[in-house]
């Protein structure tokens, strides 16, 4: 016996060449259907002791308006022939969310992306690169596929941490979030609602683009290396976050209440560009101020070779 080989049960990895789209659709749609309870929809119980958690099959074909027996194939893995028209159906008995039908439906209808190939290099446009310079007082950055990190601005780096000291592929929010000690501290209160978000994120990728085999590899490594990660996968939940509120413990400025506003760049909906503010005339409006001095100095000792 090899005394060097790990020991104990080890958390399955995707496999290389992508993930299992048949997989993923059977999973989420099981997830989905688990957490309904036939009071939710207006069904009977038909008493307190149930084989399953949630809804049957048949309950849920039944409010689909659709077979059990076509169901079961669907929650199978078989949306080979599968119409729009029932899978809205489906995500109406299942109360799903605008972004969750959107990832039933890449997951039950990929032909659309299956002849997409997926670039492994992603690029900034150069004049994206200068209005990210030129927010000025306005931590920004522009995050693209798998959420990895393509640009950002000088206040970003002040406030998040120095993200060009980084090798390229370390630039991704999903390793920051599990594996950086610092974003933890970071993001103090708020982390699990980060982390959760990021797993959102890699999710609905993964239902656009099941073929990717670097998502495939992250998803992969954070398994492996995160047991957080782990959990928030298994629930395969998706949503879209667009805006919002974090709640930052910054190492040299202290608590800070930033708004945060997500917009897709228009001719490239892969990438999207993030602005965080606070409220004018805040505690935090002034921690930002000074974050901005202080990236200011820190850059002018840079490029003048002072540590």
């Known amino acids: ?25 059977s999973e989420f749609l099981r997830t989905r259907r688990a957490r309904l309870q036939p009071h939710d929809v207006g069904l009977p119980s038909y008493g307190r002791h149930r084989r399953v958690p949630g809804l049957r099959r048949e309950e849920l074909a039944q409010l689909a308006g659709v077979s059990v027996a076509y169901y ?3 929650e199978q893995g078989n949306g080979r022939n599968v119409s729009a028209e029932v899978l809205d159906a489906i995500a109406r008995a299942l109360r799903l969310t605008d972004a ?3 990832h039933l439906m890449h997951l039950a209808k990929p032909a659309a992306h299956k002849k997409k190939r997926v670039p492994r290099a992603q690029k ?37 941490g120095d993200w060009g000291r980084l090798p390229a592929e370390e630039r991704n929010w ?10 933890r501290e970071l993001f103090a209160d708020t982390w699990e609602q980060k982390s959760s978000d990021i797993v959102s994120f890699l999710r609905m990728d993964a239902g656009c683009y099941p ?48 708004s945060f506003e997500t917009m897709r760049l228009q001719d490239n909906s892969e990438q999207s560009l993030v602005t965080y503010h606070a409220e004018p005339g805040s505690p ?16 002018d000792s840079a490029r003048h070779g002072v540590s």
Request: hydrophobic share 40%; aromatic share 4%.
């Open 1 to 25: 016996m090899d005394e060097n080989a790990p020991r104990g049960p080890q958390p399955p990895e995707p496999p290389p060449e992508g993930l299992d789209r048949r997989a993923e659709l």
């Open 72 to 74: 079961t194939r669907l």
């Open 100 to 102: 969750e039908h959107a």
């Open 124 to 160: 900034l446009r150069p004049a994206v690169a200068q209005l990210l310079d030129a927010m000025d007082g306005v931590p920004a950055y522009v995050v693209g596929r798998r959420s990895d990190i393509l640009g950002w601005n000088r206040m970003a780096a002040a406030l998040f």
């Open 174 to 183: 999903a390793r920051l979030v599990f594996l950086d000690d610092h974003m």
């Open 211 to 258: 073929n990717d085999p670097l998502l495939s590899a992250l998803v992969g490594e954070l398994s492996v290396k995160s047991e957080e990660f782990r959990r928030l996968w298994a629930t395969h939940d998706v949503r879209e976050k667009g805006h919002g509120v974090k709640h930052l413990r910054h190492p040299l400025v202290g608590e800070l209440t930033l």
């Open 284 to 299: 935090s409006s002034e921690g930002l101020r000074l974050l901005a001095s202080w990236g200011a100095d820190a850059a």
